[in-house]
């Protein structure tokens, strides 16, 4: 079993609060993502979570028990760090057994761990070799073997992909999901990166200067954002915002719209403005429109549509996929 319940967590320096009272529900068995900017509270949230930060206030449930005051080894938890953390003396098999042989397991169960956990994570070719003859997504392979092999409650993971490169990246990010699927353990993500999270996560949980903004899974943060933050961070290109006489037409404070539900078009119909910048990547190309009274929009068509910088073009909303916000940044359902 893997649930894990924050009841009204809080954590200060001072005066200053870091996390405002965090209260979240996190299924056994789910992979959730924390997200959000740089110093919003992620990783201090997931460093509570296991136990490497003191609680200011509030209860972490771990399968209905209190673990504040729990040390982090007798939480059940594993952690997988953004640097791989390998001993550069041992190989492949010392390090994934090494939490087995301080725990004092026998040989033969340490070597069936080790050689089960090398077979899910294609290591077995690997287990003689040291770190520095691996890849980047080898270590990190090693490192989140050495995880799985302590059979935890949950897998926490701090940015454990940011150290590859892109294309090793969603490689990796697939590789996770799958091994998270077949595992069945609760897993907790932290990233910056909202497309990891939309890819990857059952539930998106979005922070903002240490509170939580919404949770949720990743459709409903995409189709049903509860304010201005969420609907900017989640999406990519992100969501366009109109205030002014526009949206107080639409019976809001603002309006907004994603890339891909604006129509492009040459006839002159909607909101007509220049194309300041073209993107085309292929299949898809993204239009930065610079439309009178409104500013500058982002549209996202098909790649084969044939526009260039300079080019007068419509953009039509789709009105059934608006969203609009109060004078306090909230949706209005």
């Known amino acids: 079993m893997g649930s894990i319940t924050l009841q009204g967590v809080r954590k200060s320096f001072g005066a200053h609060d870091i996390i405002k009272g965090a209260d979240l529900e996190i299924k056994d068995g789910s992979f959730v993502v924390f997200v959000g900017p740089s110093g919003c509270g992620k990783t201090t949230l997931l460093r509570m979570i296991a136990g490497l930060e003191d609680v200011t206030g509030g209860a972490i449930m771990i399968d209905g028990t209190n673990v504040v005051d729990v040390p982090p080894a007798k939480r059940g938890l594993s952690m997988v760090f953004q640097s791989y953390a390998l001993y550069p003396h041992m190989s492949v098999r010392g390090n994934i057994a090494f939490g087995l042989k301080m725990a004092g397991l026998p040989k033969a169960e340490i070597d069936k761990k080790v050689e089960d956990a090398a077979a899910i994570l ?113 999406g990519s290109p992100k969501m366009n915002f109109i205030t002014g006489r526009l949206a107080e037409e639409k019976g809001a404070k603002t309006i907004g719209v994603r890339p891909e539900h604006l129509g492009v078009n040459k006839q002159g119909q909607g909101w007509v403005g220049s194309v300041a910048v073209a993107e085309h990547l292929g299949a898809d190309t993204f239009l930065y429109v610079d439309v009178p009274e409104i500013g500058t929009l982002t549209a996202r068509c098909s790649g084969e549509m044939a526009v260039k910088v300079g080019d007068s073009v419509g953009l039509v909303p789709d009105e059934t996929r608006l969203h609009r916000f109060d004078s306090d940044g909230k949706a209005i359902r």
């Open 122 to 234: 294609n290591l077995t070719n690997y287990l003689e070799r040291k770190p520095r003859e691996l890849s980047g997504g080898q270590r990190q392979r090693v490192a989140i073997g050495r995880a799985i092999v302590r059979e935890p409650k949950a897998f926490l993971f701090d940015e454990p992909l940011s150290n590859l490169d892109a294309a090793l990246r969603v490689q990796m990010r697939l590789e996770l999901t799958r091994l998270q699927r077949q595992l069945g353990t609760t897993a907790i993500y932290v990233t910056h990166d909202q497309v990891e999270a939309m890819t990857m996560a059952d539930q998106i949980v979005v922070l903002s200067a240490g509170k939580i903004e919404q949770s949720g899974s990743p459709l409903d943060l995409y189709e049903r954002p509860n304010n201005l933050f969420v609907a900017g961070f989640i």
